[in-house]
């Protein structure tokens, strides 16, 4: 994927909605940081009143403190995961250059889209936790082994036990970054559950994240501001919706040559961006 032909086609498809479309992307955002904020302000509030220690922030020793935090959770994801997901509907319509848009409040409201926004990231939170557990348990012990026994067989042990948890972490990481994929194939491909959706995305994005990560890196300055967060954020999310497409036409392309002999017809692929890809000049049939 050549980004240097991505972001210029990403500026000409949000030439005279960059200011809508910048509500729409930075709404998830917002809610995130609400809802943070609110958890952040219980737990003044209780340490104001007395209620718990200090020391009991870093662990969920007091029952006032473990309702909070999953109540606020719930209601974090339960607002959230739809307006990711209702962002990244609008992005897939505008990258494929679809004439108007479906109303964003009419998207939101729709029950089996909240139902499927609101699985999805309860899928990611679960397969994500249980990738993180090698790291947690390599990370524990090579604590515990790194604060015990000085013998060079037990440095060694913890030496391997710290090198393992780095790799656990960057796998971890990496699949985290697979996951960025989910609201769009949801969007995609509809007639998925949200767990076949969720796992396609791991080996969908496999050699592809780098797409995400060298986006990051262009507008990373920006996003440092207050200012230029919005437009950062923008940019960054309607770039890489234009990368979705374009790698789920090409998939459906090669799925589509390996399936016929010849040359398929690939009305799927017909009006591609050749500009973004830079891999296709025109459809097959036409080339």
């Known amino acids: 994927m050549k980004i240097h032909l991505l972001i210029p086609y990403t500026k000409k498809l949000l030439k005279g909605r960059n200011i809508r479309t910048g ?3 930075i709404l998830p955002l917002c809610s995130e ?7 952040t302000t219980v737990y003044s509030l209780l340490l104001y009143i007395g209620e718990m220690p200090p ?22 994801w339960v607002v959230t995961a739809p307006l990711c997901c209702a962002s990244a509907f609008r992005l897939s319509e505008i990258c494929s250059e679809k004439q108007g848009c479906t109303p964003f409040s009419k998207v939101l409201l729709n029950r089996t889209f909240f139902r499927r926004s609101l699985g999805a990231l309860m899928w990611t939170k679960l397969i994500g936790l249980i990738a993180l557990a090698p790291a947690v348990f390599f990370g524990i012990s090579a604590y ?8 060079a067989d037990g440095m060694y042990i913890a030496v391997n036990a710290v090198v393992l948890t780095v790799v656990s972490l960057l796998m971890w990481i990496s699949l985290k970054l697979s996951f960025a994929a989910v609201p769009f194939l949801l969007v995609r ?17 496999s050699g592809r994240k ?43 392309y090669r799925e589509g040559t390996s399936a016929d002999s010849g040359y398929p017809e690939a009305n799927d692929i017909a009006g591609l961006p050749d500009k973004a890809s830079g891999r296709f000049k025109a459809s097959p049939h036409k080339a």
């Open 210 to 252: 780098n797409v995400l990560f060298r986006l990051g890196m262009i507008y990373f300055l920006p996003a440092l501001t207050i200012i230029g967060l919005p437009f950062a954020l923008t940019r960054i999310m309607t770039a890489f919706s234009l990368s979705i497409d374009i790698f789920t036409r090409e998939d459906e």
């Open 144 to 151: 515990s082994m790194l604060h015990g026994t000085l013998a």
């Open 55 to 76: 020391l009991a922030l870093f662990s969920v020793s007091s029952p006032v403190q473990l309702s909070a935090a999953l109540v606020l959770t719930l209601f974090r």
């Open 189 to 205: 491909y509809p007639e998925k559950s949200a767990l076949r959706n969720v796992l396609y995305s791991i080996k969908f994005m």
């Open 33 to 39: 940081i609400f809802f943070r904020a609110a958890e």
């Open 23 to 25: 509500l729409i992307c």
